[in-house]
């Protein structure tokens, strides 16, 4: 079984903060990560994904996250946060213990960035 | 390139109506997933599609659900007779072979409201 924990439904800062969102996984065979995010009424766009490659994974808009093992963790960083950037994030968890990838998703995190 | 389309955008009937969902997945891809998004429960993954064959349906809710996807360009969700409770969003994506380290592309969602 797999399974995602975001800590935190709502994260606030202020434009040009560091951007920190806190996921931890849980799965028997080693996991492959996600992180997606939601604009108001559009479907979800693919941030980066970790898919046992390098640890630490870029992805699009400034966003990366880091891949660790020991605490089961893959947290989405973002160094200066823009307005922009205001959305709701998922974390997911697919693993190829499954015949397929079936993605497991986190209850996300809605990110407010304030001027 | 054209992302997954979904039709319509909104929907609203009334309970015990039939409410049919349509997408179409991105060229090229021969997997297909419907997912249900909802403030209760998150995203929840109703059925995966691969080659046009339903391979997981454990996620659809009861029988009043059921799913087709007759060709590689074309697939539905069906709910007969809707009821309240059905109201959420429901997303449809596509990968291009359901792999576990593949990124899924999200359609823009169907809101359905059921009265």
């Known amino acids: 079984a797999q399974s995602v924990t975001q800590l935190g439904s709502h994260v606030s800062v202020s434009e040009g903060a560091l951007v920190l969102l806190r996921c931890n996984y849980s799965?028997?065979?080693?996991?492959?990560l996600f992180w997606y995010v939601q604009y108001p009424n559009q479907g979800l766009q693919l941030l980066l994904k970790?898919?046992?490659?390098?640890?630490l994974v870029k992805g699009i808009n400034g966003f990366e996250a880091e891949f660790k093992k020991s605490e089961t963790s893959f947290h989405l960083t973002k160094p200066s946060a823009h307005m922009s950037d205001a959305a709701e994030y998922f974390c997911?968890?697919?693993?190829?213990?499954?015949?397929?990838?079936?993605?497991?998703f986190g209850q996300g995190t809605i990110l407010t960035v304030h001027p | 390139d054209a992302g997954v389309i979904q039709s319509p955008r909104h929907e609203v009937t009334e309970m015990g109506q039939e409410v049919t969902l349509r997408c179409k997945p991105i060229?090229?891809?021969?997997?297909l997933f419907w997912y249900r998004q909802t403030m209760m429960r998150g995203l929840e993954l109703l059925i995966y599609f691969n080659n046009n064959v339903p391979i997981d349906d454990s996620g659809m809710p009861e029988d009043r659900f059921s799913a087709k996807m007759p060709n590689a360009s074309f697939s539905t969700l069906k709910i007969q007779p809707s009821e309240p409770r059905d109201s959420a969003v429901y997303f449809c994506a596509s990968s291009r072979q359901g792999l576990s380290t593949d990124t899924q592309y999200f359609g823009p969602g169907t809101r359905l409201t059921v009265l």
């Open positions: 060229s090229g891809h021969n997997s």
């Open positions: 799965s028997s065979v080693p996991p492959y």
């Open positions: 997911a968890v697919s693993s190829g213990g499954t015949s397929y990838g079936k993605l497991t």
């Open positions: 970790y898919t046992s490659a390098a640890t």
